[in-house]
């Protein structure tokens, strides 16, 4: 089983752009489907983003679509979630999360998880 540790959490101005990180240990990264989840306070964890293990496939959340794009290095064992064109409502606790299989991880309910990074869009 992997161990998962995010990175690249901040204070960002509107519009602004910011790259996480998540890197894992363990085995087997590469068979590992990966996932990037949110939850602002008050609210309830939300996916994000969301990447095969193949990297043939990505799947994002209708609100993100088109400024944040998932990526991953399995010769890093990591993933990657770029957020271009920040805006005040992405502000929240970034969790990557990782799973062998596909279905749990577009779910939200992924075997591992990391301990979030804190995103914060603000003037």
């Known amino acids: 089983q992997v161990q998962l540790v995010e990175s690249g959490g901040g204070l960002v101005q509107p519009g602004g752009s910011l790259r996480l990180s998540c890197a894992a240990s363990g085995r087997a990264f590469s068979s590992y489907a990966m996932g990037w989840f949110r939850q602002a306070p008050g609210k309830e964890r939300e996916f994000v983003a969301a990447i095969s293990w193949s990297v043939r496939t990505t799947y994002y959340t209708d609100s993100v679509k088109g400024r944040f794009t998932i990526s991953r290095d399995n010769a890093k064992n990591t993933v990657y979630l770029q957020m271009n064109s920040l805006k005040p409502e992405d502000t929240a606790v970034y969790y990557c999360?990782?799973?062998?299989?596909?279905?749990?991880?577009?779910?939200?309910?992924?075997?591992?998880w990391g301990q979030g990074t804190q995103v914060s869009v603000s003037s």
């Open positions: 999360a990782a799973d062998v299989k596909w279905g749990p991880v577009l779910a939200g309910k992924a075997s591992t």
